[in-house]
């Protein structure tokens, strides 16, 4: 029998948007599947792991809660540091939170990129889907091309509250993740959505579809 040996990764994750939007609720419905009604901002950073396998390999997500008061901050730019990849969380109840998001993308791709100059890899999380989908369906804005326009590989709507979605992005950002640092030249393939894609509860990724 050969021996395979297992590859082994860690990833910093970063989980950025608006107060209150459910960023601490979505880490801890992923890492330790539980949610709790109250809010409690975070303060500052807050850190959590989780360990997957996939495909015979063992990922390590390092995931940096990072507080929504933050973004006025200038510690920012110490939080992002070799960060691979980024959720950007909205409220699908606050149409503010929405509009936020182009500016938290625009605040990362500033402050970060990877070695080949390339964008680390966004997801973009519409959450509380639980509550209803006012902002999706209300402003009549087209998710798809708003992720192309503003550089996101996929998009889902999650609820931290009854566990929807959450795997899947994750999911969905570390596929992205690896196939960046596999194929640097041939990943801007990867980073097109494909509109046909689109499921009942709204996300898309064109890495796991693909594969
Ligand atoms: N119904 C519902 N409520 C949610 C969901 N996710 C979070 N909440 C609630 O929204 C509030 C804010 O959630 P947090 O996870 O603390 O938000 P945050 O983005 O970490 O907030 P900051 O740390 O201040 O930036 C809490 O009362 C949560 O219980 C969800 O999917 N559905």
Not at 50 to 79: H, P
Not at 83 to 109: C, H, N, Q, Y
Not at 191 to 203: A, K, M, W
Request: charged letters at 25%; proline letters at 2%.
């Amino acid at each position: 029998m050969e021996n395979h040996h297992l590859k082994e990764h860690l990833y910093k994750i970063l989980v950025i948007g608006d107060l209150g939007v459910g960023k601490t609720s979505i880490i801890k419905r992923y890492v330790h599947q539980n949610f709790s009604p109250n809010y409690r901002a975070t303060i500052g950073v807050d850190f959590a792991l989780k360990v997957l396998s996939l495909d015979q390999e063992t990922v390590r997500l390092q995931l940096w809660d990072i507080a929504g008061q933050e973004r006025f901050g200038n510690m920012t730019r110490v939080y992002y540091r070799e960060a691979m990849g980024a959720f950007i969380v909205f409220d699908v109840t606050r149409p503010s939170t929405f509009e936020a998001v182009t500016k938290w993308k625009e605040d990362l791709d500033a402050k970060l990129s990877l070695s080949n100059g390339k964008h680390v890899a966004a997801v973009l999380l519409a959450n509380k889907c639980d509550q209803g989908r006012d902002v999706l369906t209300n402003n009549g804005i087209k998710m798809e091309q708003f992720c192309q326009e503003n550089g996101f590989v996929g998009w889902f709507e999650t609820s931290a509250k009854e566990n929807i979605n959450i795997d899947e992005a994750a999911h969905c950002l570390v596929k992205h993740i690896i196939a960046n640092e596999n194929d640097p030249l041939q990943s801007e393939d990867a980073d097109t959505i494909s509109p046909q894609q689109e499921s009942s509860r709204g996300g898309t990724c064109s890495a796991c579809f693909r594969s």
